[in-house]
T-cell receptor, first 111, second 115 residues
């Protein structure tokens, strides 16, 4: 079993929809949870960074962590075609450089 | 200008050739990393360096070597390339965290094909 599981998609939604992207993980010691966005032929770009449980909001993006279920989510409100990309989750332990990445979910927002 | 640059952006080579991928950063970060990305496997760490004198193997270092020429430069070499090293290669940088975990910033990637 992989430490971090992420549905590869593709996930296709119409413009304006609310998108939910998810990852599950097995290591209960993870404390830090990141979401990266990767456009085709580009490097991953950090979107959101959350510590422990709870929600964090930044504009149209909300990151949610449920440590009891070992489940994290990224919600995108009012999705736009420019949101079409691959979204990677990543996790780490406290005080460490080491990230464990999900394989990424490919999202297509249709105009 | 980009904070993290990688050269070349694309490279096609043949089995057995020596290849060097280069990474430069203007973020002033101490820590630098090399990852490879494969479909269905995600990003995996090859090597990392916390400063010029500190270089460490990641989870998949076999067949690779690195050189940290300066704080801003970190090169990855494939001594004798093989087809299963065909992948996207990313350099990343970070600073030691004041608290929590460090935040890694990625370059644009090098697409390497080994025939």
């Amino acid at each position: 079993q992989k430490e971090v599981e992420q549905d590869p998609g593709p996930l296709s939604v119409p413009e304006g929809a609310i998108v939910s992207l998810n990852c599950t993980y097995s290591n209960s010691a993870f404390q830090y949870f990141m979401w990266y966005r990767q456009y085709s032929r580009k490097g991953p770009e950090l979107l959101m960074y959350t510590y422990s449980s709870g929600n964090k909001e930044d504009g149209r993006f909300t990151a949610q962590v449920d440590k009891s279920s070992k489940y994290i989510s990224l919600f995108i409100r009012d999705s736009q075609p420019s949101d079409s990309a691959t979204y990677l989750c990543a996790m780490s332990l406290s005080g460490t450089y080491k990230y464990i990445f999900g394989t990424g979910t490919r999202l297509k927002v249709l105009a | 200008d980009a904070d993290v640059t990688q050269t070349p952006r694309n490279r096609i080579t043949k089995t057995g050739k020596r290849i060097m991928l280069e990474c430069s950063q203007t973020k002033g970060h101490d820590r630098m990393y090399w990852y490879r990305q494969d479909p269905g496997l995600g990003l995996r760490l090859i090597y990392y360096s916390f400063d010029v004198k500190d270089i460490n193997k990641g989870e998949i270092s076999d067949g690779y070597s690195v050189s940290r020429q300066a704080q801003a430069k970190f090169s990855l070499s494939l001594e004798s390339a093989i087809p299963n090293q065909t992948a996207l290669y990313f350099c990343a940088t970070s600073d030691p965290p004041r608290e929590g975990t460090d935040t890694q910033y990625f370059g644009p990637g090098t697409r390497l094909t080994v025939l």
